[in-house]
């Protein structure tokens, strides 16, 4: 294995910070758990990763993901890292996904308002296998035309609320938030690979506590739950609607709580400005790296 010095040294592109929203931080009924707690953080808040470590990003454009295809769909570039902290929930409780884009303070545009899309978010267990992944909700386009991504979710400061199933059993968990960013999805990104959907995706690792008995039944994978020919993947959002936008992806489960709220979020806890993706990973990454080298 290279030493940590030599592999810094590889690092020699810098990506640009814009366009990159992720969740900064998980709320479990209102109470913070800190920036980057239990977050999956995307790999591309800092300088290039090696290549040739095994992660697809560095020799594609794929940031955020627009390839359907590719692994980055379940748990974004790095995913299957885990985060060395663990949320804790019950069932019942609301869960709050706080998207942010430049820093994590009321000056930040949460993410451009032209990327206008759905917000949504699936459970699975974890690690996920195949068909785990279960939509919990999804947020599109309200009666009055506007949009969650790019609207709403920027009204709300980032904060995308979601609850526990009731009676959902303990264990290991993932959420996964989604994004689905329509300003360059009039054409398919297989027909040009500058454009497509934009897939902006953080996953949370969660513990869920308790004596619950309800298991998650079978759902849909990541990649592959959605194709470029599914509802919702090309779709022009500057043309008059002939029909309303569907939303990508199976049906939300029956056991979800379809509108979830919270009375009241208490003071933010943490760091503002971005952390580069290696802090997060630290020797975790270095591993993988050497076990595919
Ligand atoms: C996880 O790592 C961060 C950064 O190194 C550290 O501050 C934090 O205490 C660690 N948390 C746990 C639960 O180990
Ligand atoms: C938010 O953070 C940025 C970067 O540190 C800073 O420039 C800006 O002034 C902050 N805004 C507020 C309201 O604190
Ligand atoms: C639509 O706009 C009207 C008038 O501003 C408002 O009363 C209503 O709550 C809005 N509906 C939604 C779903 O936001
Ligand atoms: C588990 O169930 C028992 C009996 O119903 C109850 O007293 C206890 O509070 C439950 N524990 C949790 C963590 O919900
Ligand atoms: C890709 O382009 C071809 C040729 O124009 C078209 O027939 C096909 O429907 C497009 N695929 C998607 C998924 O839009």
């Not at 996953?203 to 849909?220: A, F, K, Y």
Request: proline share 9%; charged share 15%; with cysteine.
């Amino acid at each position: 294995m290279l030493p940590l010095r030599s592999l810094l040294s590889l690092c020699v592109f810098a990506l640009t910070a814009n366009a990159h929203t992720y969740v900064w931080s998980v709320w479990v009924n209102g109470v913070d758990q800190g920036s980057g707690n239990g977050i999956r953080l995307p790999a591309y808040n800092g300088p290039m990763a090696p290549i040739n470590a095994g992660y697809d990003l560095y020799d594609t454009p794929d940031v955020p993901v627009r390839d359907l295809t590719k692994p980055e769909m379940a748990c974004n570039v790095m995913g299957e890292i885990p985060n060395n902290a663990t949320i804790k929930a019950a069932p019942g409780d609301v869960v709050t996904l706080e998207w942010h884009h430049n820093f994590r303070n009321s000056s930040d545009d949460i993410i451009d308002a032209s990327h206008k899309g759905s917000g949504l978010v699936y459970i699975s267990q974890d690690p996920p296998v195949g068909d785990s992944w279960i939509k919990l909700q999804e947020e599109g386009q309200d009666a009055n035309g506007t949009w969650y991504s790019g609207g709403k979710l920027n009204d709300r400061q980032g904060k995308y609320d979601v609850q526990i199933p009731d009676n959902l059993a303990p264990g290991f968990y993932l959420l996964r938030g989604e994004l689905l960013a329509l300003h360059e999805a009039d054409v398919a990104h297989i027909n040009n690979t500058n454009r497509g959907i934009q897939i902006y995706i953080s996953c949370v690792q969660i513990e869920i506590v308790g004596n619950g008995t309800l298991s998650l039944p079978e759902g849909v994978p990541f990649p592959g739950a959605y194709q470029y020919t599914s509802p919702g993947i090309v779709f022009n959002i500057y043309l008059p609607e002939t029909s309303p936008y569907t939303i990508p992806g199976p049906p939300v489960w029956t056991a979800a709580a379809p509108s979830p709220t919270v009375s009241a979020y208490g003071d933010p806890k943490g760091y503002t400005t971005a952390q580069p993706w290696y802090t997060w990973i630290g020797d975790g990454f270095f591993t993988v790296y050497a076990l595919n080298s």
